[in-house]
């Protein structure tokens, strides 16, 4: 995978006057000097300036001295381009970055009515670089089709009051979530199309639902920042190679100053709310311009969903759209002075490829078989669920049906205690038994030794009576013993019997 540090390609747009402006009288304070410099707010007998046929006077006495700024951009549209030229220039190029694997991004900036819808969307008879581009995609994709398999979906948002909406279906606001391939919209549905036609209805509906308002510059003023993007889906039919590009359209809502649209109450708000979204989109292009490594992305919707676009893997172009009318000489002057921030950052770029030295079929397989892995975990853990949500049902609707289960098996422990405890009883009773068997056998057997000297010779035999006190009673003990040859023999210990003293 190479990467390629570039800069963001920056063009400006100058749309020519409008029959309001003309009825002021302004003065121009745009001179286009060539394809890529403009001066702005060049001086009066250099602008010559004709309406009808006929040289206007500027009678605009309230604005500053001339600043005769000569500025420098990649490209510079005076008001005769059309939405063809532009696209010729600024979008051409970036279709074939697309169909290379790189990820691109082309978003329009600009005051209220200086011509960043009719740029992007343009009319029936003149359309827009969003048509004019997708036409040429879809040319490219037929003309790669034997070689290539393509999955196109594609989404059309819009920010409005800090709100992501979705333009293809009515729902609610979306929410943004941050992942390894950057900010993704959560519960986006992409649109699948086949063909430009397609887009055109897709795009007519979008535009329907998009959230529109006159103000005192334009009639159809975009009061939302509107993001159209392609998702591209190419396999290699040959290796199985696969590229995922994402390529974004972006008209932002108009940057002028609130009060610049005399808005009050929801469109003051709006107002407030586009400024705020357009001020950190500013603060960022600054701190990329500079260099800086910490850039405020999360500080609105709008920058965290350019943050591809500005500062990430991706070729960005910005079309800065201008009126030449002095009348707007502050938004003009603030718009040029955003463009030329702009140029000064660096995107880098690298096409969406699996890298690889190993061979690709060996990839192909690999990806196959995880994502059959994927599937076959997934099925589990929706089994799983199953399970589970049938449970927690159970539960949930009959808990009185697991008590006198729960009774029975109580009752059935107990029970086993019960047993085990007489079982227990019984054997220390059994043990006690055996012992006095063993006493009795042995007994028994001295009882039998004796019998038999008493048989042998009973001449030999002695008897010795011992009288032993336990407490209040006394115990006779009668031993009997064997003096044979000289030795002493204790044959028994004769019976013990309960007796009184009296006698002995
Ligand atoms: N280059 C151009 N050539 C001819 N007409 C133009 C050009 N640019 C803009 N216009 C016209 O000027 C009017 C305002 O333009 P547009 O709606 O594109 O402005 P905008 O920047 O999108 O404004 P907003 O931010 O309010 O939506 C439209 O009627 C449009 O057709």
Redesign the pocket.
Known sequence: MTADSRKIRVAV????F?EKELEKNPRNIIKVLDKSTLMFDPDEDEDEFFFHGVKQTHRDITKRVKKKLTMEYDDVFD?T???NDVYEVCMKPLVQSVMNGYNCSVF?Y???????????LG?MD?PGITFLTMKELFRQIESLSDLRKFDIGISYLEVYNELVMNLLTKSGPLKLREDANGVVVSGLVLKQIHNATELLELLALGNRNRT?HP?D???????SHAIFQVHIRMVEKKTGQKRTVKLSMI????S?RAASTKGIGIRFKEGANINKSLLALGNCINKLADGLKHIPYRDSNLTRILKDSLGGNCQTVMIA?ISPSSLTYDDTYNTLKYASRAKKIRTTVRQNIVPSNVPKEFLVKKVNEQAEEIERLKAKVADLEEQLRKKAQTVVESPMLNEPLLNTWISRIDSCYASMREALERLIALKSKEKLINMRVKLKEQAEVIARIVTLDGSHLNEVSFIFQHGQSYQRYNLLYSTRNDHLYTVALGTLNNCDTGGV
Do not use: W, Y
């Open positions: 747009r100058v749309r020519p409008n008001n381009a059309t939405n329009v600009g005051a209220t009515g200086a011509g960043k819808t009719h740029t992007m009319s003149c529109q103000t510059a334009n009639a159809e003023s975009s009061r008209d932002l809502a108009g002028e759209n």
